[in-house]
């Protein structure tokens, strides 16, 4: 039987990505009657007052309530979009697709015509649901590496507590970590060490029982390659090639997510949820003081259901990167001229709202099918091989054991420019260093904006010379077709708006401006280059490796960033950048404790105030900066 062109995951990436998704059709209410007491089952019963307001139970927001509410004292209202929702789609992880593949708990509709990419459109896509995001992704657990969050601090003082070091006690706080089993660690070479991780989350990251044999082999064969390190385990920050745990619960094998690990089981009178409302804006008072909240039923295309709650202390947004800056704008928060189109009163002229959107671009480099590699059993046995799966999932059923418990992979590259282009990366980065930092961004950039990115192009341009910062990420699948690469520090960025005709009730314009810069498609160049190097030139070279993307016929430079244009995704799905912790002369939308700029008793929690991307998918991350938010949150109470 051939074998499966894509992986199950990146097969889901790439269908979906091909394809404009429209707005899904309003959900019917659902009761919440029994689910949980802390479900309010209606706006009835919500009070006049909380202490604090989360706008959005994704990530971040539940992690915030949670640990706001822990004190058993202070009464905190979460509102979220999305509905309560533990069915099997959403727990089950083999594959790692389960959110992508059952698009109920999304939100989906197409981006602006991307010019740096032949002018596509692709579906821009995120989680709705209590859990957000992190119930519907593909449950790889990575963070960053050292100069990543350096980088963030380093824009403000070299004092800054966003640093590695600041936030090496989040990223333990946030995940309960539970070490792969003796007999796979041994027989895969899987190292680890646990120093790195905490273990008093409710959040868990596990290994699967299981792993493919071949995996083994595509890490050793990066020790063929200069420069590649193997770190010890994935949580000490270095790049290099590892693996990592998927966020999963060990015990029943089920997705492991904001929701069960902030919200599930948690008896605390003081803590309220209303599910299946829109938040539509942030209220004021006369001293631009937040006081609370405006927000409709779910299904509502106007204003005539709007309600209204207060917050005493502070109201928090945590909607995601694709809508804190719509909720922002809606608020009188952004610039001004785009407001004024809107229609809506300035609270504060804050032009960094929306601005500096960053993803991770998808799909560049090569793909190779491994004709001849010689281990068994590989990723495609669970389609191909009937018996086999009937074992897996018998295996399943009786101990939550073996294939059924691989999400969407555990074992990775993250390589620097330094090592994947050698020979160029210099020059890629004298080239880049040297650009007029207005050249590639919007005309109308107002001047923080500019000077804002004249200091992110100086730190992204020593990033590309680190050999502490990754650009490369391959994911790896143990056989079959191999080549799902991601973009880990692009360097174009891109917008976020509001649609002035309809700023509530239509979903905000995004812009990935992917590839707009070109010192992206010298790396996405490069990707191409050193991809073909990984399949024929190390040892993986001795398996048969066939090009199946882009093939023979792209050889020069030109021709690959041909390939590039037509055929990268702006996004993995990993929107940063929207409300970003900058200095407010550098377009930054909220400091260092995480305030809006211009406003009082207003905060981001959410992955719009990471002023970059980390070298790594951005769960991980997310979670982190939400464990340090309470704490800070906490600080001024
Ligand atoms: C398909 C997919 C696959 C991914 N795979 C991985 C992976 O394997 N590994 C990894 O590390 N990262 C992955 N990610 C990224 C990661 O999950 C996100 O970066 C992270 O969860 C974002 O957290 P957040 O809190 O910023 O936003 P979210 O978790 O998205 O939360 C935002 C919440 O706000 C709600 N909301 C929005 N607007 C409003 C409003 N107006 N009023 C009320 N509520 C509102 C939304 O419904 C949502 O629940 C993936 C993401 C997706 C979508
Ligand atoms: C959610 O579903 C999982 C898997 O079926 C189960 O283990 C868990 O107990 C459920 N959680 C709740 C709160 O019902
Ligand atoms: C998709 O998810 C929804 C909600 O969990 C569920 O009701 C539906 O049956 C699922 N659809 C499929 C095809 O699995
Ligand atoms: C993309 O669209 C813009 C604006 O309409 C146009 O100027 C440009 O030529 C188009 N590019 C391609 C490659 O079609
Ligand atoms: C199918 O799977 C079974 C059980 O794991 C295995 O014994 C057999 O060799 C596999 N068949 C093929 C053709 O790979």
Redesign the pocket.
Known sequence: MARQRYPT?LGA?LSLLGVSGVHGAPKPRQSNEGIDPKLLSGPEDVAEEYDYIV???????L?VADRLSEDGDHTVLV????AYDNSSSVTTIAG?AG??SNRTH??SFPSSPQEGLNNRTTAV??????????????????RGHKDDYNRWGAFFSDESEWSWDGLLPYFKKAWNFHPPNEDTAEALGIKYDASYWGDTSGVHASFPTFNWPGLKIEIEAFGDIEGVELPEDSGEGSPGVYWYPT?ADPVTATRSM?RNGHFDGIDRDNYKVLSE????RVLFDEEDMASGVA?VPRGAVDDSEVRSVKARKEVII???????P??LQGSGIGAADLLEAAGIEVVVDLPGVGWNLQDHPLGGGASFELTDFPVSPQPSDLQSNASFREAAQQEFKESRSGPLTI??GNAACFLPLAVIAPSTFESIASRYESQDPAAYLPADSPPTIVAGYAAQQKAMAAAMRSRGTAHYNLFLRGGGTEGAIVYLHPVSRGTVRLDPSDPYFSEPEVDYRALSNPADLEVEVEFVKFTRRYFTETRMADYGAVEARPGGAVRTDEEMAAYARANVSPS?????GTAAMLPRELGGVVDEGLRVYGVKRLSV????VMPDLPG???????FAI?EKAADLIKARA
């Open positions: 995951l990436l706008v959005g139970g994704g990530t971040a927001g992690t509102i979220e979009l999305g790692g959110g992508l999304l939100f896509i995120g989680g709705v649901m209590l859990g957000g995001s992190s119930g519907v992704n593909g449950l790889q657990v990575h966020s904001s409302h829109r938040v539509l927000y945590a909607a995601g990167t694709i809508h804190t719509q909720i999400a969407s993995t799905f990993h929107p940063v929690v959410d992955a719009s790594a998918y951005t769960q991980h991350t997310t939400a």
